[in-house]
Antibody, heavy 120, light 110 residues
Framework: QLQLQESGPGLVKPSETLSLTCTVS??????????WGWIRQPPGKGLEWIGN???????SYKSSLKSRVTISVDTSKNQFSLKVTSVSAADTALYYC????????????WGQGSLVTVSS | QSALTQPPSASGSPGESVTISCTGT?????????VSWYQQHPGKAPKLIIY???KRPSGVSDRFSGSKSGNTASLTVSGLQAEDEADYYC??????????FGTGTEVTVL
C-alpha cells in the first residue's frame, strides 16, 4: 500500500523559506505513470494546487506562486520536496503531498498533511 | 487559474440525493475531460471519489456519480447517508500540467 508522509518545520518566520519533504513508501517514485505534487489548505479554507514534478525532473507550478516555489525530487531516497521563499502569514496552511496520475490527471494518494505556521 | 465555483453548502435528508455544481471556463472544466472530485471529512486528508468526470476509483460507493456539461461539472450523491456529511471539492486539469480546485461545498445530512 502506497504511503506518503510529509515532514518539516511547523513554524517559519516571515520572509524566510518554507521547506517540506514528502517520503514515499510502498512503491517507487521513479515511475513514468505518475507525477508527485503539493497542495495546501489554509485553516478553515479550501484546497490550492501548488505544483508537481515528474521523476524525470519536469515541473509545473501555479502561476501566482511560480516566482517563490521550487519542487525537486530525489529518486535515491524516494522523496520529493517543496520550497517556498519569502513566506508571509498568507502561506500558513496545511500542506499535503500527493500522487497524481499522468494519464487520468487526478490525485489518488494523499499524505496526512503538515501544518506550517508563518509567524515571528 | 481562478478557483472553480461551487455552492458553499448543500443538504439533504437521509436517502435523498444532493447534486453539487462546479463551474469553470473553457480553459479548464470545459476544455478537458479531467474533472475529479474529492471528499474531505473534518481533520482528514481529501479522498478521491471521482476522476475523469464520471469514473469511480475502486472501493468508492456507486452512490457517487459525476457528469459534465459545457463548463460545469456536477457530483451527485444518491441515497444520502450520515457518513456522506463532509466537504466536497472539484478539481480540473487546466492545461500545461496544471490544476485548479473548486471553492468547496459543505454537505449536511439533515
Amino acid at each position: 500500500q502506497l504511503q506518503l508522509q510529509e515532514s518539516g518545520p511547523g513554524l517559519v518566520k516571515p520572509s524566510e523559506t518554507l521547506s517540506l519533504t514528502c517520503t514515499v513508501s510502498g512503491g517507487p517514485i521513479n515511475t513514468i505513470n505518475y507525477y508527485w505534487g503539493w497542495i495546501r489548505q489554509p485553516p478553515g479554507k479550501g484546497l490550492e494546487w501548488i505544483g508537481n514534478i515528474h521523476f524525470s525532473g519536469t515541473t509545473s507550478y501555479k502561476s501566482s506562486l511560480k516566482s517563490r516555489v521550487t519542487i525537486s525530487v530525489d529518486t535515491s531516497k524516494n522523496q520529493f520536496s517543496l520550497k517556498v521563499t519569502s513566506v508571509s502569514a498568507a502561506d500558513t496552511a496545511l500542506y499535503y503531498c500527493v500522487r497524481q496520475g499522468a494519464a487520468w490527471r487526478a490525485m489518488d494518494y494523499w499524505g496526512q498533511g503538515s501544518l506550517v505556521t508563518v509567524s515571528s | 487559474q481562478s478557483a472553480l465555483t461551487q455552492p458553499p453548502s448543500a443538504s439533504g435528508s437521509p436517502g435523498e440525493s444532493v447534486t453539487i455544481s462546479c463551474t469553470g471556463t473553457s480553459g479548464d472544466v470545459g476544455g478537458y475531460n479531467s474533472v475529479s472530485w474529492y471528499q474531505q471529512h473534518p481533520g482528514k486528508a481529501p479522498k478521491l471519489i471521482i476522476y475523469e468526470v464520471s469514473k469511480r476509483p475502486s472501493g468508492v460507493s456507486d452512490r457517487f456519480s459525476g457528469s459534465k456539461s459545457g463548463n460545469t461539472a456536477s457530483l451527485t450523491v444518491s441515497g444520502l447517508q450520515a457518513e456522506d456529511e463532509a466537504d466536497y471539492y472539484c478539481s480540473s486539469y487546466a492545461g500545461s500540467n496544471s490544476f485548479v480546485f473548486g471553492t468547496g461545498t459543505e454537505v449536511t445530512v439533515l
